[in-house]
């Protein structure tokens, strides 16, 4: 027969002061034990987020100098150097106007336009207690998720990406500061009030407007504005000739395009991936890994595609078609990564770049000179793919269309009264002595290739604006 323990021949009521005892004990080591462990939990999203922010923002940084060695290379030696002063000091100008008013335009308290003008965005209240020492801050930082200035970072880069587009369409023949004076305004102004609409929660983002990391609001709207401002500065000298023929005007640097199109296409990871804008859980990370997955897929079907149809449609097999459909492929996904078969990314880069392809081809008839083809590769393709997130993304295709065409009549029609002030003050190409001999040598002083002899072609005066 057993017996009963001695603690249950202990008194019931001794019993029970002895559980609760217990109890009490057990809730002051796991209550607080739990509390730690989701400070922690929150204290790492924050740490990984931030950093994903960070380490994006630098990757699509980096596409500057892609962006760099594609313009450079595109142009003839003359002007080269030229090109790399034009890229850096867009991006300073870049990151000092969204800095002082571009950031606040497009985040601080959007109403259905725009936002306030916040100038000097910068770190909270929160985070500068606790950089101060006062740990009491700390629940209050974590609880947004990320650092603020991160996040200013990696929208900053974004908006010199949309900078780089105008200025590759415009090589050889702007005015360095008319081009400087327009770049302070798109990355103040047009571009952040573009972004508040959207991004930031606006009137078409209220209306269920999809565009996942840029086509139309960073891609497009360097497209719109570069096609402006080629209407106004008109083409380089000698370009098209008297009797109708296009002179031809190849890259004075192959591989140093082709060095800056991978680089673009490695900064894209950055920028497509970056955009998920959380690192905080397998969720958030399978999504990520779709979304590189597809962004290479859709560059790599960019190519092939541009190799395939560029000799119907150029007549010839072009490898400036080909380096441009890897770039307009990449546009094309931009606005919608996140879906989950790969086999739609690849036909909306195939698309894109057929698109950017019959787009170079377009502009060539119309005279209008886009030396490194920014408005078919950004333009073009991102236009399509806006709309190609109604097919893929179960985006509302009225929604995409009203959100292609408002962005287009805003960012087209400023940037042209833009470009045309400027032009009727300060002028917004270079003489036509210092284009033929070269912005390197008569406004530089520094030749990119100083081996080689830099001679006026003859037949740069047989150009048709001089019939």
């Known amino acids: 027969m057993r017996t009963r323990s001695r603690f249950h021949r202990t008194p019931r009521w001794l019993r029970r002061i002895a559980w609760s005892t217990l109890l009490g004990l057990a809730i002051l ?71 002082i008013v571009g950031y606040g335009v497009m985040y601080t308290d959007v109403g259905a336009v725009i936002g306030s003008l916040d100038l000097f965005y910068g770190p909270s209240a929160d985070e500068i207690r606790l950089l101060g020492g006062d740990e009491s801050a700390l629940g209050a930082v974590v609880g947004n998720n990320y650092a603020v200035t991160s996040d200013w970072f990696f929208q ?14 415009l090589a050889e023949r ?39 990391a840029g086509s139309t609001i960073v891609h497009s709207t360097g497209g719109w504005a570069a096609l402006a401002a080629l209407l106004v ?9 008297k009797d109708g023929s296009v002179k031809s005007t190849p890259p004075s640097n192959i591989p140093a395009v082709t060095l800056g199109v991978f680089i673009l296409w490695l900064g894209w990871f950055g920028f497509n991936g970056g955009s998920v804008l959380a690192l905080d859980g397998a969720a958030n990370v399978l999504l990520m890994s779709n979304v590189l997955v597809n962004t290479n897929l859709a560059a790599a079907a960019g190519v092939v595609t541009a190799l395939l149809v560029s000799k119907p449609i150029l007549g010839r097999l072009d490898l400036f078609a080909g380096l441009n459909g890897a770039i307009a492929g990449l546009v094309a ?34 005279k209008v000179d886009d030396v490194v083809g920014a408005v078919p590769a950004h333009l073009f393709a991102g236009i399509w793919g806006t709309l190609a997130t109604s097919i893929a993304a179960g985006a509302n295709v009225g929604v995409q269309l009203l959100g292609v065409v408002s962005v287009g009549a805003f960012v087209f029609s400023l940037s042209w009264i833009v470009w045309t002030v400027l032009d009727r003050t300060v002028g917004v190409r270079v003489s036509k002595e210092v284009e033929l001999i070269g912005q390197d040598a008569a406004e530089l002083g520094v030749d990119a290739y100083p081996e080689f002899v830099l001679m006026v072609d003859p037949d740069e005066d047989n150009d048709y604006r001089d019939a």
Do not use: H
Not at 162 to 169: F, L, R, W
Not at 181 to 207: E, K, N, R
């Open 29 to 99: 080591v796991v209550w607080p034990a739990a509390a730690w462990a989701q400070d922690a939990a929150a204290e790492s999203a924050f740490v990984l987020n931030t950093f994903s922010f960070l380490v994006w923002g630098a990757l699509v940084m980096w596409m500057c100098a892609g962006f760099t060695m594609l313009e450079s290379g595109s142009v003839r030696s003359k002007s080269a150097s030229m090109i790399c002063l034009k890229n850096i000091g867009l991006y300073a100008i870049a990151g000092l106007a969204y800095y």
């Open 174 to 212: 702007v005015s360095l500061w008319a081009f400087f004076g327009f770049t302070a305004l798109l990355t103040a102004v047009i571009y952040p009030v573009v972004g508040a609409w959207t991004w930031g929660g606006g009137w078409l983002s209220q209306m269920g407007f999809q565009d996942f």
């Open 156 to 169: 900053m880069v974004f908006v010199a990406t949309t900078a780089s587009i105008v200025s590759g369409a």
């Open 333 to 366: 996904i931009t606005a919608g990564p996140d879906i989950a078969d790969g086999r739609i990314a690849i036909l909306i880069g195939a698309i894109g770049a057929l698109l950017c392809t019959a787009g170079l081809k377009l502009l060539e008839r119309r």
């Open 233 to 241: 500065v008109g083409p380089r000298w000698g370009k098209y000739r």
